[in-house]
């Protein structure tokens, strides 16, 4: 396909071909690059995990004006000075406890920038606060969540909006926040994830698991521009903040005439939407199965 126009044209796009004469040359292409022996581990002995071209655009338009007075780091690095903090999802319940009240978060729930709750995909209330170890399931209102692995959309953030917080989430999940010591928010955070020069940094961090798609720890390496201020970084994600909020207000406006008026049939993927009530014999069940499970994987 011809780069410039997009059309198919009758040639060989052969890279490996130009890569490998450009070794006999001495020389080096944007696909070609030599990596000290020392620096490769066996786990990430994967080509596209040296290719630096995403990094090398992502630094270059950082120079840009619109990125003017903008600093970059990790994520990891992030984490690491309290600006970022990191958890994973609680585990997955399996299919014959899932009759209850609680919400369960599967890899294909998040899409489209939203945490997507099926209402027919729930477990008990006894059984989720099994998985979250507790009363709470430690999630709060704007988390970014994301799958971790065997899904394509490993890099794709989405919001948790408020009143979704009571809910079992896959393990196989990335949950970032603004750390105490941020001077941004989620907002923010957000509109630095979905920029295509941090997007695509994932390409080179994601790497196939037998069959399946998995990012790892990898995903620390990723960095992201940092505003210079807290005024500024509102100023950026101001879109992102304004669609989000009207967003959760619209949506617990409804839930208030819905209670009020309670003549519709009507899902709006709360937490607390109504359902039916939950059967004896399946929650006890499934308790005893939630315990054997936490301890056969108890260290």
């Not at 207000?249 to 409804?254: I, V």
Request: proline residues 5%; contains cysteine.
């Amino acid at each position: 396909m011809d780069e410039e126009t997009g059309e198919e044209v009758e040639a060989i796009n052969d890279r490996l071909l130009e890569d490998m004469e450009a070794l006999q040359k001495g020389e080096l292409t944007d696909t070609l690059r030599f990596v000290d022996a020392r620096e490769v581990s066996m786990r990430t002995a994967v080509p596209t995990y040296y290719d630096r071209r995403y990094h090398d655009v992502f630094t270059e338009t950082l120079t840009e004006e619109r990125f003017a007075g903008f600093t970059s780091a990790t994520i990891g690095d992030l984490i690491k000075d309290g600006r970022l903090e990191v958890r994973n999802g609680h585990g997955s319940p399996s299919q014959s406890v899932r009759v209850g009240t609680v919400p369960y978060i599967k890899v294909s729930d998040l899409r489209a920038g939203l945490v997507n709750i099926n209402p027919t995909n729930r477990v008990p209330a006894a059984i989720a606060q099994g998985f979250w170890r507790g009363t709470s399931s430690g999630l709060r209102p704007w988390d970014l969540i994301c799958p971790e692995r065997t899904s394509k959309n490993i890099g794709d953030f989405c919001l948790l909006l408020p009143g979704q917080e009571d809910v079992v989430v896959t393990k196989e999940v990335i949950v970032l926040r603004p750390g105490p010591k941020a001077d941004f928010d989620a907002f923010y955070l957000l509109w630095a994830m979905t920029l295509t020069i941090v997007r695509d940094q994932w390409r080179r961090v994601i790497f196939m698991q037998t069959n399946r798609e998995d990012v790892g720890g990898r995903y620390l390496e990723i960095e992201i521009p940092i505003a210079p201020t807290a005024e500024r970084a509102n100023e950026v994600s101001a879109a992102f903040r304004a669609y989000y909020t009207s967003l959760a207000e619209a949506r617990e406006g409804l839930r208030d005439f819905l209670t009020a008026e309670p003549h519709h049939h009507f899902f709006i993927g709360s937490a607390h939407d109504p359902v039916a009530d939950e059967d004896e014999d399946d929650v006890e069940a499934g308790v005893e199965a939630v315990a054997e499970e936490q301890a056969t994987t108890e260290p």
